[in-house]
């Protein structure tokens, strides 16, 4: 059986407007404690965490993307147009660099999946460049 806890809750109308969606999003959820008690036993403060740490990731890969795309399109507006070049997907130039990505991507899965060796071997420990000789050394 729950304890309950004689304290009182202020709540301003942002909170009493997520508390309503809440309500009305979940059939389980009935009243504003009940609302309470799911965002409580809901809240996972590392998965907040990581979420908001790949959702950073993701939208300044998106930025980046969307920069890279702009500029190839500029490029592309400028000096293929003047050379009578076809763009789009069907085009050579497209065709050619859907294939070197996805030559990349392929080598990266490759590079990231290959086991590697986990000591380096010291190839100065296994040959030397002029064997030891104790008679030059004993002799002063």
Known sequence: MAKVIDKHIYFH????????????????????????RFLCMNYDP??????????????????????????????ADIHLKDAGILIGTNSTVYQEAKERVEGKIKTNQTKKYSPKIKKPINEFVHARVDPFDPTQFLKR
Do not use: G, R
Request: charged share 30%.
């Open 46 to 75: 590392e998965m907040e965490k990581k979420v908001n740490a790949n959702q950073a990731k993701l939208n300044s890969m998106s930025k980046e993307i969307s920069t890279m795309t702009e500029i190839i399109a500029e490029f």
């Open 13 to 36: 109308q942002t909170h009493i407007d997520v508390l309503d969606e809440i309500i009305s999003t979940h059939a389980e959820v009935k009243n504003y404690s009940e609302a309470v």
